[in-house]
Nanobody, 120 residues
Framework: QVQLVESGGGLVQPGGSLRLSCAAS????????MNWYRQTPGKERELVAS????????NYASSVKGRITISRDNGKNTVYLQMNSLKPEDTAVYYC?????????????WGQGTQVNVSS
């Protein structure tokens, strides 16, 4: 059974930090690109950060570049999102996504999301 379980969300003051984790099971984690998305009510889900299978190549949304770092531990089947200098506009539900581009098309899995609230 495929599972992506996010944790680490919560309430933090502006300027604070949070570290999100996403524990994966039920599939070959090291073969999947891992992504963090976020979504607020009434808006489309936004790609925040991506990390390639070996963890060397990363990409970030311009709105978070320099404040957020994505990393992965293939030995622990876990991807992380370190968020620093948080702003109220970072408030959202954060989702973990695993994606692999197979010959027949993309395969992907989603977590259930974890809420991040940035407020004083």
């Amino acid at each position: 059974q495929v599972q992506l379980v996010e944790s680490g969300g919560g309430l933090v003051q502006p300027g604070g930090s949070l570290r999100l984790s996403c524990a994966a099971s039920g599939f070959n984690f090291s073969r999947y690109i891992m992504n963090w998305y976020r979504q607020t009510p009434g808006k489309e889900r936004e790609l925040v950060a991506s990390i390639a299978t070996a963890g060397v190549s990363t990409n970030y949304a311009s709105s978070v570049k320099g404040r957020i770092t994505i990393s992965r531990d293939n030995g622990k089947n876990t991807v992380y999102l370190q968020m620093n200098s948080l702003k109220p506009e970072d408030t959202a539900v954060y989702y973990c996504n695993a994606r692999m581009y197979a010959a027949w098309g993309p395969l992907e899995y989603w977590g259930q999301g974890t809420q991040v609230n940035v407020s004083s």
